[in-house]
């Protein structure tokens, strides 16, 4: 059971380049989400999905799209990288019901855009 | 819209004190819960300790307890006995519940980071 993946670990862009962070999940779990670290800011929703096909934005959306058409994908986009989007992305997935709230979290990607 | 607050930005300690980590929380919904998360110098998170909204009664866990507060809207997190392994930055959670489910969304504090002292 891998749990959350994220790939890659490490990334290094050109201002104006795209690119997309990977994530997938083994755990069946209905929802998934993704963060940025800042120093200093906690971790800050950028999009969530309740389910595939359904996306939602969260507090920090500019700049990222994302689309879930599997359970397990939930793929973030950066369409035209910018400084400002240097920062560690974290993805997570977590089950519907009581604790729904409980996420497990992948191990992270490092971004550095220059 | 919901506000976690960790005051404390960095904590200093020498191994075997115990150490508190303050976290306050604003939410309108009755019903919430509060998450505390690990984040060692190798990056991943790790999971700590969880508490709903509705159960005031305070824990134990190993070297780990926490003190849920409603009335005052705090959720402190302790550790016993400190150890070097300890040193790391501490996150705080509050899961959004609107409508009987959170939809795995958190908002997150801004950090403590703690460094145990050999």
């Known amino acids: 059971n891998a749990g959350v993946t994220q790939t890659p670990k490490f990334q290094v862009l050109k201002t104006g380049q795209s690119m997309t962070l990977q994530c997938a999940q083994d755990?069946?779990?209905?929802?998934m989400s993704w963060y940025r670290q800042d120093p200093g800011m906690g971790l800050r929703l950028i999009h969530y999905?309740?389910?595939?096909?359904?996306?939602d934005q969260g507090e920090v959306p500019n700049g990222y799209n994302v689309s879930r058409s599997t359970t397990e994908d939930f793929p973030l986009r950066l369409l035209s990288a910018a400084p400002s989007q240097t920062s560690v992305y974290f993805c997570?997935?977590?089950?519907?019901?009581?604790?729904?709230?409980?996420?497990?979290f992948g191990q992270g990607t490092r971004l550095t855009v220059v | 819209a919901q506000k976690v607050t960790q005051a404390q930005t960095e904590i200093s300690v020498v191994e075997k004190e115990d150490v508190t980590l303050d976290c306050v929380y604003e939410?309108?919904?009755?019903?919430?819960?509060l998450f505390w998360y690990k984040q060692p110098p190798s990056g991943e998170l790790v999971f700590l300790i969880r508490?709903?909204?509705?159960?005031?009664q305070n824990e134990i866990s190993g070297r780990y307890s926490w003190n849920f507060q409603k009335s005052t809207s705090s959720f402190n997190f302790t550790i016993t006995a400190s150890q070097v392994v300890d040193s790391a930055v501490y996150f705080c959670?509050?899961?959004?519940?609107?409508?009987?489910?959170?939809?795995?969304?958190?908002?997150f504090g801004q950090g403590t980071i703690l460094t145990v002292h050999p």
């Open positions: 997570a997935s977590s089950y519907s019901g009581r604790w729904g709230g409980f996420a497990f």
């Open positions: 755990m069946n779990h209905e929802y």
């Open positions: 999905s309740v389910g595939a096909g359904i996306t």
């Open positions: 939410t309108r919904d009755t019903t919430y819960y």
């Open positions: 508490r709903n909204s509705f159960d005031e």
């Open positions: 959670a509050l899961s959004d519940w609107a409508g009987g489910t959170s939809y795995g969304k958190l908002t």
